[in-house]
């Protein structure tokens, strides 16, 4: 197909690209009819997740727990044969 056929392409098809087999052209599933469309974020947002609440657990050691602490410093300006 070339970009005009792409262009004019039925919203109800698409075109598959799978490893091994020439792209071909298929019909869209509709997932409001899947069985658990319940918990996708496209039916209720609620089931979105989260990143930044994923990312922003703080570890907190009892103070009973031996630890190391490291300080890194990534700046551009920092030079890697120097430890200080």
């Known amino acids: ?9 039925d919203g109800g098809k698409c075109i ?9 052209l298929s019909d869209k ?3 409001t009819r899947h069985p658990n ?9 609620k089931n979105a997740f989260d990143l930044e609440r994923f990312l922003s657990t703080k570890l907190k050691p ?10 890194v410093d990534v700046s551009e300006d920092a ?3 120097d430890p200080e």
């Open 62 to 71: 009892k103070s009973t727990e031996v630890y190391d602490v490291y300080e």
């Open 37 to 45: 469309y319940k918990f996708l974020a496209d039916c209720d947002k």
């Open 79 to 81: 030079d890697p044969a």
């Open 29 to 31: 599933f509709d997932i």
């Open 16 to 24: 598959l690209q799978l490893r091994g087999v020439r792209p071909f």
């Open 1 to 9: 197909m070339d970009v005009d056929e792409l262009a004019v392409l």
